[in-house]
């Protein structure tokens, strides 16, 4: 079934240069307050909030068939398992993403996005399984020289029925996002573009037996985590371009 596309802006221009596959996914989500998070965002970039709360993500995911336009997947790149910890911004009116992290089993593609897109990668020790009944065992251990530890050992499932998330709606504030920022060294701001079909989603269960990914940032994750389950997606992305502050 055809589902029409939930951006809120025009896609850029000029062409997408990357393109890949997001699957055995799980949004995890607190809230925080605000107080708590935004002195921890660099100047110019607004925390989103709703209804006077902040949101902190914590993402397990498998990336797969990635590879640079018109080029085929590139052996030992093109699938990894990656875990980021976010949270929810925007600059000029257009909504996006903010990591504070982001954990991946290759330290070729740690590097490069490291150097390339100012995004902050870090080596770690990595396994997932899904076993028979359909739950993702999902475990991550940092291993980032100079880094502060962070461990996330988990087990998840979605659930039979999917939907596609509403305007409006909690699910859809906390999903559609189609960029991310970043910041260079010397604090310049970016920001990377990425298209795809709205997400298919579930609502989520999961165990947890260790996620202490937030703690590097001094923030204590308290109470059920709001969690859903998505679908495989393709994903196109976009150079970073400068943001004007």
Request: charged share 20%.
């Amino acid at each position: 079934m055809h589902v029409e596309s939930d951006r809120t802006w025009p896609l850029p221009r000029y062409p997408w240069v990357m393109r890949m596959t997001w699957s055995e996914l799980l949004f995890a989500h607190w809230q925080v307050a605000p107080e708590v998070i935004a002195p921890l965002l660099p100047r110019g970039l607004t925390l989103d909030t709703r209804d006077g709360a902040a949101w902190i993500g914590v993402v397990p995911f498998l990336m797969s068939n990635i590879a640079p336009r018109c080029c085929p997947a590139i052996p030992r790149l093109s699938r990894f398992l990656e875990l980021n910890v976010r949270t929810y911004v925007t600059f000029e009116g257009k909504p996006g993403v903010w990591f504070f992290s982001l954990d991946a089993e290759n330290p070729v593609a740690v590097r490069v996005a490291r150097a390339t897109f100012n995004l902050p990668y870090m080596d770690a020790k990595m396994a997932m399984h899904e076993d028979d009944s359909g739950a993702i065992s999902y475990q991550s251990n940092r291993t980032h020289r100079g880094e502060p530890a962070a461990i996330f050992d988990a087990s998840y499932r979605g659930s039979k029925e999917t939907f596609h998330a509403q305007p409006g709606s909690l699910e859809h504030w906390l999903t559609a996002r189609y960029c991310l920022y970043s910041a260079s060294r010397d604090q310049r701001l970016f920001r990377g573009e990425i298209d795809h079909a709205p997400w298919t989603l579930s609502q989520a269960s999961w165990t947890v037996n260790k996620n202490t990914m937030c703690s590097p940032l001094g923030i204590e994750l308290t109470g059920d985590p709001h969690l859903l389950f998505a679908q495989p997606i393709s994903v196109r992305a976009w150079a970073a371009t400068r943001c004007s502050t």
